[in-house]
């Protein structure tokens, strides 16, 4: 079965830290773009980082830069969310996804958007207390 799951979600004390895991299942990450998004009660959804399959290019959100770190593995299964310095403005739900870009050539842009994804993973929740 081909899908992503998201994991390593929890409760941490501000200033903590936390990392969230996103594996692929029955594909990998090498033609994809791959995001992370969050969604806080009420709020809109938004994206807080990316990172092409393909050539590696990370892009992150201006709340979270400095403090989060996103990573592939070699076999372009797994990506990483390191969270450091966690505030309780970071509780959310936190979700990754990915959208085959293979053919843009390489000529795309991140972040990319929620709704051209092509696989979605359920969500995992993050408290930041404070």
């Known amino acids: 079965e081909v899908q992503l799951q998201a994991s390593g979600g929890g409760l941490v004390q501000a200033g903590g830290s936390l990392r969230l895991s996103c594996t692929a299942s029955?594909?990998?990450?090498?033609?994809?773009?791959i995001s992370w998004f969050r969604q806080a009660p009420g709020r809109e959804r938004v994206v807080v980082s990316s990172?092409?399959?393909?050539?590696?290019?990370?892009w992150y959100a201006t709340s979270v830069k400095g403090r989060f770190s996103i990573s592939i593995d070699n076999a372009k299964t797994t990506i990483w969310l390191q969270m450091d310095n966690l505030k309780p403005g970071d509780t959310a739900t936190y979700y990754c996804?990915?959208?085959?870009?293979?053919?843009?050539?390489?000529?795309?842009?991140?972040?990319?958007?929620?709704?051209?994804?092509?696989?979605y993973g359920k969500g995992t929740l993050v408290t930041v207390s404070s």
């Open positions: 990172i092409s399959g393909s050539d590696g290019r990370i």
């Open positions: 029955g594909f990998t990450f090498d033609d994809y773009a």
């Open positions: 996804a990915a959208e085959n870009v293979k053919s843009y050539g390489g000529n795309y842009y991140l972040p990319r958007n929620w709704y051209g994804m092509e696989y």
